[in-house]
């Protein structure tokens, strides 16, 4: 991985996502690495041209010198065929290029929603040397949260005239792209799009850098002054002490995370809850216990013999 | 709460809202009273009338004599009066209907998503005495499976021309819905997309029985219709056994959750997570330890305290 070959990242990243023997070693061993790339979460409806807008960042990046990772955790990206999960990337114009790496990740089955692994496999792409890893989510309810936890700086795409403004807007996700882009800019409402978000980005009194974008991933108008504007950004986070700041609070989150996770599978084992829940309703129903006594005894038990 | 009485009712939700002293020796005590209620899940996407069904369901309730509870988790629902997260119920016609108590749940900050609570809330309104206990959730991303984590029975809720039958077919949320309803069926297409519906419905080879129906809210078209369905199915799943499957299934992961959910809380208190999150971070960055392995002692120091 550390090579930068290809295929020794392809297995490291399959290794994470089915949680397999000596992910976690694998994982300690990168992790003095793993924080050299920027990592670029990119969100926003369907149709809203994420995958296009990627595919011109790529080539931006390529003339930089630059070697890209993609983590396409969108079912119904260009990447991934269009197709349901599960599929493998269809390959790109880049795929061809050895500084490119496009990779999709299986999500756990429900529409958005960003895979657990992707935060394992964008610090497997750093620690391979990726300079930026773009990770491509379907923005739908909570996986705009979810990318913000995965990522250093967050582009949110929204399309003119997809009449989701408003909800959009409700949803409080202005709060979390670092830009929004106003993609396929020559639709009509294009403008009137940007002018509401910047309403309600100076009504929420968006203490952050944010700014609005006009694109078009087809003509590539727009793209240049995108791509510059995140190098500013990322160079400014760095100056600042924001980006550190930033990825110590994804740590936390992430330790926290993974703790929980330990513990939670020490619980189901521990207490053979597979085997004995229906046991558990059947008392509940029969009326022999109530739900909250039954759990404090299981806490009880467990608390017995955990050590 | 078991007299019925409306402000012992809503004195009881704010209770379980903020989790507050004796929540749950209040819920053991209701359990046994807690089944009596028919549990209606009603969701989709926002503008698609979910609010009106749900007021031509409360009046079909009434004349049979059921008292109904509604509980409105949808932020932008008109019981909310349109507003965001936290505001009072606007008073409805049925407002002053002592049959009738509606509620605004309040969300934890999400588009979508069931409040925590809302699963209490409808055990303590069936414990009250209310006959039918309404859901009202906006239908966005992974609500829809959260309600289904809620109630007996389903309706999703879709209207013709928003443009996103695809997208709501693709989510998988076909598999969610007891009755899928195609809501303001005198718009174009809508007899179009409850074809489409069944066709999907076909190819997933559904082996339940799910219907589609054309309703207007407005008109009251169709509302009869759908409530003899619901009321027909209700009687079947009794009959079947599966309403009781259901409700186990539900209490089942409800006690899962309610169990880790404590463990948890034993987990962030016991280890002082907050408060030493920050040197833990520390360490990792300065390179002193690695992920997992940090974890791996943290875990150990929890089992050795625990008892």
Known sequence: VRKGETIAVAQAISLVEKNGEGKEELL???????????LLGITGPPGSGKSSIVDRLIALERTRGHRVGVLAVDPSSPFTGGALLGDRVRMQRHAGDPGVFIRSMATRGYLGGVSPATSDAAKICAAAGYDTVIIETIGVGQSEVEVVELADIILLVLVPGAGDEVQIMKAGIMEIGD?????????????????????VLRLGNAERDAGVLLTSAKTGEGIDELHERISDRVKSMKESGNLDARRAARLKMELRKILHQKLHEMLESHLEIDD?????????VQGKSVPYRLIQSKIEEFKEGVR
Chains 1, 2 share one sequence.
């Open 28 to 38: 300690d061993m990168l992790f003095p690495y793993s924080s050299e790339a920027l």
């Open 179 to 199: 830009y929004l882009v106003v993609n396929k800019c020559d639709r009509e409402g294009a403008e009137r799009l940007k002018t509401e978000i910047e309403y």
């Open 276 to 284: 004995r829940i229906d046991a558990w309703i059947d008392m509940l």
